[in-house]
């Protein structure tokens, strides 16, 4: 599936509007002068409004489906449409603005 390739400083949110973000951007590749990042990149989540319920908020998520064509340094890059999951939740995460201009697919 093509998408807009995600990079450093773009707006992901978990289900819960918690700010999600990537701990470890591919420094070798730049996607607006910012680092693109790739799956193998895990993700940590602050301030998750999940309440209300036995189950914890979200704490960390990892994208599991990215671009499948295009890589940085042999991984494949997180995509806007790409499939991502919370835990402990088992929710997604929201890629809700990114650059515009590299679409992978």
């Known amino acids: 599936m093509p998408g807009y390739a995600v990079q450093l400083g773009a707006t992901v949110i978990c289900a819960h509007a918690g700010q999600a973000t990537p701990t470890m951007p591919s420094t070798r590749v730049l996607l607006g002068n910012q680092p693109a990042i790739t799956l193998s990149s895990p993700w940590t989540v602050a301030a998750c409004g999940l309440t209300g319920t036995t189950v914890p908020p979200c704490v960390t998520a990892q994208f599991l489906v990215g671009s499948a064509r295009v890589t940085a340094g042999g991984v494949p890059l997180v995509l806007q449409a ?19 201009r590299v679409t992978a697919s």
């Open 82 to 100: 790409g499939t991502s999951l919370c835990t402990p939740t088992g929710t997604p995460l929201q890629v809700l603005v990114t650059q515009v």
